[in-house]
Structures are given as C-alpha cells and as structure tokens.
Nanobody, 124 residues
Framework: QVQLVESGGGMVQAGGSLRLSCAASGGTNRPYAMGWFRQAPGKERDFVSAITWSARNTYYADSVKGRFTISRDSATNTVYLQMNSLKPEDTAVYYC?????????????????WGQGTQVTVSS
C-alpha cells in the first residue's frame, strides 16, 4: 500500500552535489526503515543508505560514507539523500525503498516497496 516517488536526480560534474527526495504515501503504518539503492547499467543493485524512523538510526555503504547524508521529515513523510563530492562511479539510477522488517536494511531482498527510480549522472 506504500507508494514511493523519487525526485532530484540530474547531471552534475564530478565534485558537485545533488539532493534526492523520496515522498511516501499510502498505508496506515510507517515502514521500519527507508533505504536508498542504486543500479548502474550491467551491474547489481547496491545498497547506498538507510534510516530507521522509530529508532532514528542511519546506515551507509562504505563507498559513500563521509559524502552522503540521509535524513527524513516525519511531517511530510519524505526521506532525503544529500550527495556531496560526487564521483563518476556514483552514476546510476537511484531507488527509494521501504522495509517493513526490523532487519536486513542493507539487503534489497528485505524491502517491500520501491519507487520508480531517478537518474543521477556524474561527468568527469
């Protein structure tokens, strides 16, 4: 019942910044965690970051630690991913996802709902 809509993707030069947004709607209960994943052409969908709304814990892939920051706005049911110091290897389609279980925040198979994705392209 949860619907997710991503926005904020675009094309930037290496070293630039973007902020992705994920607006959640529908359902009667909040997911345990919201996560961001990304997938480049010909590659697997990889975990990027996640946040638990109740405990307010955050998680990051090693490749983005120190550069990306995840946050949420409970009033608008929106999750954000601030991406700084972008690199060409960050180029991918970024997906927002909702996890109803209290485990496996770093695994795509544990997430129940997915957005349509937003393209991020970083040029060198």
């Amino acid at each position: 019942q949860v619907q997710l809509v991503e926005s904020g993707g675009g094309m930037v030069q290496a070293g630039g910044s973007l902020r992705l947004s994920c607006a959640a709607s529908g359902g009667t209960n909040r997911p345990y965690a919201m996560g961001w994943f990304r997938q480049a052409p010909g590659k697997e969908r990889d975990f990027v970051s996640a946040i638990t709304w109740s405990a307010r814990n955050t998680y990051y892939a090693d490749s983005v630690k120190g550069r990306f920051t995840i946050s949420r706005d409970s009033a608008t049911n929106t999750v954000y991913l601030q991406m700084n110091s972008l690199k060409p290897e960050d180029t991918a389609v970024y997906y927002c996802a909702a996890n109803q279980r209290n485990y496996g925040v770093g695994r795509s198979s544990t997430y129940d709902y997915w957005g349509q994705g937003t393209q991020v392209t970083v040029s060198s």
